[in-house]
């Protein structure tokens, strides 16, 4: 896809040694992102990326997440042992944390169920290097784990208008009734066999379309031919995080690293640990005993009066005069139009609409917490 990405006015970044897109440069703009502290030259190309995954449909490729084949009679056993969430049954997908001994978080996953004895597990292409190494110190004989992130590859579409896409490139029924929210399906899209879950990072109404590579070019030519009359748009991933700071999605490496626990993340709610399986799994007591006590401190959503820049992370949250948190990443929501950042304050201490300072530059700039999502409460992916 490179050629193709490079012939749209791609302007590259990289993520574990692999080229990705930032952003399609606007037609007589510089090819090149000027460093900068503050709001770089992205942002008017960042803006059109993210409305038009919001009004339309926007395209980006999944070749960046890291994936994960795990098969054998003894695959969901394992599973459910070494991930703190539900397994989830054939043809539906399901959110997990995995866990260490001390119910710190070492991976953040989706598990999406093809087979009782075949599943697709996706996460941070960044840290397949670190989960194989803990699915190898954690395997059982009849269980196989492949790393298949370089050789099944594929795209998301996601707007409102990502649905009547689908339906254009598959024979495949797709409506809201047979296609459910986190559903997973093996579907024949245009002459490609893929496997279709209907989940985004972006939280609009969106898919995930995962093919092998020798399929993938056949696969764009059909999505973006057959959504030309939709506005379909490619979008890089500073679009992407922005899309996700709309739904205060966390991010592994930044919200989700291994110096929190779910508790902390926000990660123990229901749908993603699964508190009454009954098997042993990995880092249960240490996460139980924490549910029991509370977490020291939380991870939340600000509303950031920033000037012309905003959090990138680290910065410091002021609270009455004192340092409290830092931040843990930020941007602007083209969306709604606010500066947005995440970060750690202590629980005790949160309130929505909190006023707090986070320092931006040297500047303390006023911000408040802001505990609903920014934008939509869910109906737009459950559609």
């Given amino acids: ?32 992102e000027t460093p900068s502290f503050k709001r770089s030259n992205a942002w008017q190309a960042t803006k059109a990326e993210v409305l038009a995954v919001r009004h339309g449909v926007g395209i980006n490729e999944v070749q960046n997440f890291g994936k994960y084949r795990v098969t054998g009679a003894g695959a969901r056993v394992w599973l459910d042992r070494i991930m703190a969430g539900r397994i989830p049954q054939p043809g539906r997908l399901s959110l997990t944390p995995m866990l260490a001994d001390s119910g710190k ?24 290097g670190w989960h194989m190494r803990w699915f190898d110190q954690h395997a059982e004989p009849g269980v196989m784990v492949e790393n298949i992130s370089d050789a099944r590859s594929g795209f998301q579409i996601a707007g409102p208008k990502a649905r009547e896409l689908l339906a254009r490139v598959t024979r495949a029924d797709v409506s809201p009734e047979a296609f459910r929210f986190m559903d997973v399906k093996r579907l024949t899209v245009g002459m490609a066999n893929c496997i279709v ?50 739904k205060g999605f966390g991010s592994w490496g930044r919200e989700f690293t291994p110096d929190h626990t779910p508790a902390e993340t926000g990660l123990d709610r229901f749908i993603f640990i699964a508190w009454t399986k009954p098997c042993n799994w990995i880092g249960r007591a240490a996460a139980l005993a924490e549910r029991a006590t509370g977490p020291k401190c939380r991870l939340v959503t600000f509303i950031v009066d920033a000037a012309d820049a905003d959090v990138v992370a680290w910065e410091p949250i002021w609270l009455n005069e004192t340092v409290v948190g830092y931040c843990t990443s930020g941007g602007f929501s083209h969306t709604t139009g606010q500066s947005v950042a995440m970060g750690f304050l202590p629980a005790d201490a949160i309130a929505d609409g909190l006023p707090v300072e986070i320092e931006i530059l040297g500047q303390r700039r006023p911000a408040r917490v802001h505990l609903a999502p920014l934008w939509d409460d869910g109906a737009r992916m459950r559609a």
């Fill in 197 to 246: 879950q209907r989940v985004s990072y972006t939280g609009d109404l969106g898919y995930e379309i995962f093919t092998d590579q020798m399929s993938v070019r056949h696969l764009w030519d059909g999505l973006t031919q057959h959504g030309t009359d939709l506005g379909i748009r490619p979008f890089g991933m500073r679009a992407m995080m922005s899309l996700r700071l709309d």
């Fill in 105 to 128: 978080i070492v991976g953040d996953f989706t598990v999406s169920c093809l087979s009782e004895t075949e599943f697709q597990l996706t996460a941070s292409y960044a840290a397949q």
């Fill in 1 to 32: 896809m490179y050629e193709v990405f490079d012939g749209l006015n791609a302007v590259w970044g990289q993520q574990y040694g692999l080229e990705v897109v930032n952003y399609h440069a606007l037609p007589g703009e510089a090819r090149l």
